[in-house]
């Protein structure tokens, strides 16, 4: 149990244009879902906190217009990247918390999904 | 804020060897922490969590120790294996934001 799926796995894009990640909890529902970012040999960077049904709340210096992030049901989340730049080029990964239930303060994340921008 | 230190950064050992990593963070109002492992380009890989309540977590050959008061926690992993190589990671989830902060990892080469 507990399985976060995130789509696409990768993917490669060219400057300017906009991409969607989407994150999903296949057999758990999630009250809150949270977007990571990881720049090579680094360690993972808290971007937003996404709660269905509410704006997600962003981590200071993460630009919300840049990054929109949607939480429309219990299952899913997406990031949209708009008007992408070589320098988002990064992995980003994300984790979903239960509802409730043994482990409800666990996150569970996905496999990431590797962002290059041309 | 919220800071987490591993040390070392980088550990080379050969195999068979019994060993310890090292994570510390700065503020003891945690919910729990976490020890995770991460192969190069892949996600994450949760190995332990430890409630803010214990003291220890033990999966097979790994064991995490949890101090709160001192914030450290240790990941003892025994008798090494090269399929142990990887980058292992600490995080504790804040009280109240119940946000996961990082530490930087610890690159583990398992030489056989």
């Known amino acids: 149990g507990a399985v976060v799926s995130q789509h696409p796995s990768w993917v490669i894009c060219k400057s300017g244009t906009s991409v969607k990640i989407e994150c999903r909890s296949l057999?758990?529902?999630?009250?809150?879902m949270f977007w990571y970012r990881q720049f090579p040999k680094q360690s993972l960077m808290l971007m937003a906190t996404?709660?269905?049904?509410?704006?997600?709340?962003?981590e200071q210096g993460v630009e919300k217009d840049k990054f929109l992030i949607n939480h429309a049901s219990l299952t899913l989340s997406t990031l949209t990247v708009t008007s992408a730049h070589p320098e988002d080029s990064s992995f980003y990964i994300c984790?979903?918390?239960?509802?409730?239930?043994?482990?409800?303060?666990?996150?569970?994340f996905g496999p990431g999904t590797r962002l290059t921008v041309l | 804020k919220q800071e987490v230190t591993q040390i070392p950064a980088a550990l080379s050992v050969p195999e068979g060897e019994n060993l310890v990593l090292n994570c510390s963070f700065t503020d003891s109002a945690i919910y729990n922490l976490q020890w995770f492992r991460q192969d190069p380009g892949k996600g994450l890989t949760s190995l332990l969590l430890?409630?803010?309540?214990?003291r220890e977590q033990t999966s097979g050959r790994l064991n995490a120790s949890l101090d709160k008061s001192s914030g450290r926690s240790t990941l003892y992993i025994a008798a090494s294996q090269p399929g142990d190589s990887a980058t292992y990671l600490c995080?504790?989830?804040?009280?109240?934001?119940?946000?996961?902060?990082f530490g930087q990892g610890t690159r583990l080469t398992i030489n056989p």
């Open positions: 057999d758990f529902q999630a009250t809150t």
């Open positions: 984790s979903a918390q239960r509802l409730a239930g043994a482990s409800y303060n666990e996150q569970f």
């Open positions: 430890i409630q803010s309540s214990q």
């Open positions: 996404s709660n269905e049904g509410s704006k997600a709340t962003y």
């Open positions: 995080a504790v989830m804040v009280q109240g934001a119940q946000k996961l902060v």
